[in-house]
Nanobody, 126 residues
Framework: QVRVRQSEGGLVQPGASLRLSCAAL????????MGWFRQAPGKEGEEREF???????????FYADSVKDRFTISRTYGENTVYLQMNSLKPEDTAVYYC????????????????WGQGTQVTVSS
């Protein structure tokens, strides 16, 4: 069984930066593709929105158009730890952010991931 543990989020002002981290624990000999998704206020009944994802090797990354050039996903080489560096944050980035692990299909689709973190709140407000 894989457990996904996320760092805390926070409250930041527009234009600020924040870094989230996530670790997939268990199955230490296996390297997992991992991704970040988010769910904005009032959209709890909808599928989680794709943010960014990274292959198990770190050689391939994907980004949603809304965060491209502002967010960067990376991973520690040889480990199941990923980071989401979020720069130039906007109020519309306010959401609960979820980390997911283990996907052998489309890394941009939430339903293709097997394991999920508990979610962490990121609020961007002045």
């Amino acid at each position: 069984q894989v457990r996904v543990r996320q760092s805390e989020g926070g409250l930041v002002q527009p234009g600020a930066s924040l870094r989230l981290s996530c670790a997939a624990l268990g199955h230490t000999n296996r390297k997992h593709a991992m991704g970040w998704f988010r769910q904005a206020p009032g959209k709890e009944g909808e599928e989680r929105e794709f943010v960014a994802s990274i292959s198990w090797s770190g050689g391939t990354t994907f980004y949603a158009d809304s965060v491209k050039d502002r967010f960067t996903i990376s991973r520690t080489y040889g480990e199941n730890t990923v980071y989401l560096q979020m720069n130039s944050l906007k109020p519309e980035d306010t959401a609960v952010y979820y980390c997911a692990a283990e996907n052998h299909r489309d890394l941009r689709t939430a339903s293709h991931y097997d394991f999920w973190g508990q979610g962490t709140q990121v609020t961007v407000s002045s």
